[in-house]
């Protein structure tokens, strides 16, 4: 499939203006601890800003043609040592490695060719490179969340919001009978956001099951 590169542009733009929003409210913040919980069971707040660092990180890996980690362990590691910095240190990490992953985009933003191919995720998926810049945007729209300190799904951004549930919609619609299962009216009916947080695992809808895209 030929590489739409003005979405690839609006969605590499709507990523770095995502992370220069998080970084601006991560500094803005007063009295958060990082051994805080999160909304992600098991995870404090400071296990979902290190993930966020080190998964721009990654991005910068897959962008530059090399795994995204260097092993599962590795990643669960890397998170772990980084959860109990101080928030200080892990805002001046997160905004150093949001500017690492934005110059790598930013500097590929035009280029058609170098979104072209395949890249492989840490969970052996393989996925087109023209969807790296909104599966990044995701990550730090949606853990902004996860973060528990009043930024909620109600506030995701609107662009990213549209733009990744056609995404999730394509991927729940191609595991299953081609024509044959529609989205469960219940989940037509909730707003955007929430069925972005169905998809995503995140919000629970009575009577239906589980997306089973996480």
């Known amino acids: 499939m030929a590489v739409d590169g003005r979405q690839v542009a609006r969605e590499v733009e ?10 601006q409210w991560l500094q803005e913040q007063t009295g958060v601890e990082s051994q805080q919980p999160s909304l992600l069971p098991g995870w404090s707040v400071g296990h979902v800003l290190s993930h966020l660092a080190r998964n721009a990180d ?3 890996n897959l962008l530059q043609g090399r795994p995204q980690y260097e092993s599962v362990d590795a990643r669960h590691a890397e998170i772990e040592s980084g959860a109990p910095r101080p928030w200080s240190e892990q805002v001046v990490d997160v905004r150093e490695s949001c500017d690492r992953v934005g110059a790598e985009l930013a ?4 280029d058609v060719a170098s979104w072209e191919g395949t890249a492989t995720l840490l969970s052996g998926a393989s996925v087109p490179r023209a969807i790296l810049p909104l599966l990044r945007w995701r990550e730090v729209e949606v853990h902004w969340v996860d973060l528990g300190c009043g930024h909620n799904l109600e506030d995701l951004d609107s662009h990213y919001l549209r733009s990744d549930l056609r995404l999730l919609e394509m991927l729940w619609r191609a595991r299953r009978p081609i024509g044959m299962t529609p989205l469960h009216g219940d989940i037509l009916r909730i707003p955007p956001h929430e069925r972005l947080g169905w998809f995503l695992g995140r919000i629970e809808v009575d009577g239906v099951p589980p997306s089973g895209l996480t």
């Open 58 to 60: 990654s991005y910068v």
């Open 14 to 23: 709507g990523c770095m203006a995502s992370q220069r929003r998080f970084v």
């Open 107 to 110: 500097s590929r933003a035009d």
